[in-house]
């Protein structure tokens, strides 16, 4: 909502944990001092102090915390470099003695926090120190998980509208209530919903998680949070019911089956280490002369198995001159859709579903020129075009995962036969369906050779508006591998 930070009053989570009795600290420097005249960590230096990323010094119970209380002692101490300290000395030392609290925050200074004025580099060394204190004691890193998360990434080349909830019966629905997350507006603010952010980088490294794979589960700042919850069993009540419906809880990013503790090798950075502790001017790359599109990185990666099974059926009514979307995320997830249209202004439209529930919205076609034209948005690559005449009887096509495959149920409501056309993005030979008046027929395909992607394109032969699009990622509960057709 702002960055202000004048101080705030409700309760956090390591409140939470104190009262519950699960041990929690945030490891930092306290730079000039974590007071007010110290500027809570916020400093020139950019190689002390906490770069102002000790959330909990914005709170008053925090600030006005004295030695020997738990608030105080537990995030308001740390290393002092500028007195000789190491900037890793109690973590490391509390990792060796096996004293490690059962959650615990580390907070970077500035020069380490990878902002585009500072070289990659540094963090990468920073990370290194924290994971080398970690696995030096077998018994600790045997039971840690290590959440590296970043607040920023600026968008610039993401392709997905964050999730977010509708703010008006005309602007979609949701099936869980979204009333905590429309603010209300002040004299300073918009009102308006408040959904997710631009998507950032996170990392998850612990036993369970190694191998490089990929999650692709929605998620947000509150999914660290529930996940303490599920591990410790504080709950936090301020999560709203919107967040809890479409974020999950990280936990299918672990296989928490795995025995094998052992840390996987890693590059050596000690050459990474700043060679100075001088703040040097802000990097601004060079306009190439032939400019071009950044590339996606070659090759697949393991993907974790998701809970997602979504779909969303369109139906035309010539009668009426409407055109109605039905969605639903499947028994075990929910999950937020977005709605756009490319011949009208008034959307777009976003959509919540939760687990094991559906709802259904209608167009107006008469507003869009007679046609219809939408397309939906879901996660994990879930999409859906739906293109065709709004005035006219004509042929509809559902889609439904089905084991490993895909399967497209097709009818005709036309008066007389249709041949439709069936392309996939994936490669194969097209294949054509014709269906006479009131016929129906489902074919299946196999989705072997694309790893259970698929993005089947339906066109007709005699209507060249009409057009059905249905791409996404079949989940059957095993490891699958990262989108294969991605990089084109």
Not at 153 to 162: K, L, M, R, S, T
Not at 239 to 264: H, M
Not at 294 to 321: C, F, N, W
Not at 425 to 433: L, M
């Amino acid at each position: 909502m702002g960055n202000d930070e004048l101080g705030y009053d409700w309760t956090t989570y390591p409140e939470r944990l104190e009262a519950a009795g699960i041990s929690w600290k945030i490891y930092q420097d306290i730079g000039d001092g974590l007071d007010a005249a110290g500027s809570w960590g916020w400093i020139q230096d950019a190689y002390r102090g906490n770069y102002g990323d000790n959330s909990l010094l914005y709170f008053n119970k925090y600030r006005g915390a004295k030695p020997g209380d738990p608030l105080y002692d537990k995030a308001r101490t740390g290393t002092n470099v500028k007195a000789g300290d190491g900037y890793f000395d109690l973590f490391k030392a509390d990792v060796k003695a096996g004293k490690l609290p059962r959650i615990s925050w580390i907070v970077a200074p500035e020069a380490f926090s990878e902002h585009s004025n500072w070289p990659s580099n540094y963090g990468a060394w920073y990370i290194a120190q924290v994971l080398d204190a970690l696995t030096a004691n077998p018994a600790v890193w045997a039971k840690t998980a290590l959440f590296i998360t970043y607040d920023e990434n600026d968008g610039f080349f993401d392709h997905i509208v964050p999730p977010l909830p509708p703010k008006s019966a005309a602007q979609g629905k949701s099936t869980v209530d979204v009333e905590l997350d429309l603010y209300k507006g002040d004299a300073n603010r918009v009102a308006g919903p408040y959904g997710l952010g631009p998507r950032v980088p996170m990392l998850v490294v612990s036993p369970w998680s190694k191998g490089g794979y990929v999650c692709s589960e929605t998620f947000d700042h509150t999914s660290i949070l529930r996940f303490m919850e599920r591990r410790f069993g504080v709950r936090e009540p301020d999560i709203s019911p919107w967040r809890r419906a479409i974020c999950g809880d990280l936990t299918a990013a672990f296989d928490f089956s795995r025995k094998d503790a052992r840390p996987a090798g890693l590059p050596d950075t000690d050459d990474y280490e700043p060679q100075d502790r001088e703040r040097h001017p802000d990097y601004r790359p060079a306009v190439p002369a032939d400019a071009g599109m950044p590339k996606q990185e070659r090759g697949l990666r393991p993907a974790r198995p998701l809970k997602y099974a979504p779909r969303v059926d369109g139906s035309a009514d010539p009668t009426a001159g409407t055109f109605a979307l039905t969605f639903a995320s499947g028994a075990k997830a929910g999950a937020a859709f977005l709605v756009t249209s490319g011949n009208r202004t008034d959307g777009p439209w976003t959509y919540t579903t939760e687990a094991g529930k559906s709802l259904s919205d209608t167009w107006n076609s008469a507003y869009s020129h007679g046609s219809y034209d939408l397309t939906v948005h879901g996660p994990n690559g879930f999409l859906r075009v739906f293109k065709g005449p709004g005035s006219q009887s004509g042929p509809e096509v559902t889609a439904r995962h089905v084991d490993d495959d895909v399967e497209l149920t097709f009818t005709n409501k036309a008066s007389g036969t249709v041949s439709l056309k069936v392309g996939s993005a994936y490669g194969g030979p097209s294949r054509t369906v014709k269906l006479r008046p009131g016929a129906t027929v489902r074919h299946r395909f196999d989705l072997r050779t694309s790893r259970r992607w698929y993005d089947l394109t339906v066109t007709s032969a005699a209507d060249p508006t009409f057009l059905r699009r249905f791409a996404g990622h079949v989940e059957n509960g095993r490891v699958g591998v990262s989108d294969p057709a991605l990089g084109s």
